[in-house]
């Protein structure tokens, strides 16, 4: 017997069990059909998806993993290399006067000046600019001289142990007054001292 055999309207839903046999397996299958979709509607799916969400995740974990093996394999090459910038800052830093250092350095520039042979109109100290951690000390020169003699205290201030910068040289005749090939020049020379503990709390 095939299902096209069957009368709907002979069946008798309150007894199933003396249905024909094709009748009674095409329900079964219907409600297996039904059973296999309702769980995967309600269960499977959501399994499905927290799989798909553990599968990505599991790929950004192996990734950050990836990186952060990277890093230990390194770990003591960046240490080296942060030792060497540590000594090498430390360095740079030793190279910054202090407070009571100032003075002398002041006295250090004017020297060299006059040791290259220049006479000076001005040397004045402006004030102190606080800026990170440190501050910039900035001096108005205006030195007369030759080419040859400016040259020497450039070489001369750049040779210092401590740090001094040169900015905004302007070299021009040194007037009717002028001794042969005497000239004026006009510069700032930047130093710099670095700001102790109370210094940078205050700031």
Known sequence: MNLSEIDI???DFSNIANW????????IILIAIAVIGLGYWFDIKDQQLRLDQAKSRENELK???ETKARKAANLEAYEQQLEEMRQSFGA????????????????DVSQTGLASGLEFDLFK?????????????P???KVRGTYHEFGAFVSGVAALPRIVTIHDIAIQSAGKDAVNDELSMEL???TYRYLDESEEAAK
């Open 9 to 11: 309207n002979d069946l």
């Open 20 to 27: 024909p046999v094709a009748a009674r397996m095409f329900v």
């Open 63 to 65: 990734a950050e993993f």
């Open 92 to 107: 740079m830093l030793r190279q910054l006067p202090n407070k009571t250092e100032v003075a002398d350095l002041l006295v």
């Open 125 to 137: 100290p402006q004030g102190e600019a606080p800026l990170e951690f440190y501050a910039e000390l």
């Open 139 to 141: 001096i108005s020169i």
């Open 188 to 190: 700032t020379a930047k």
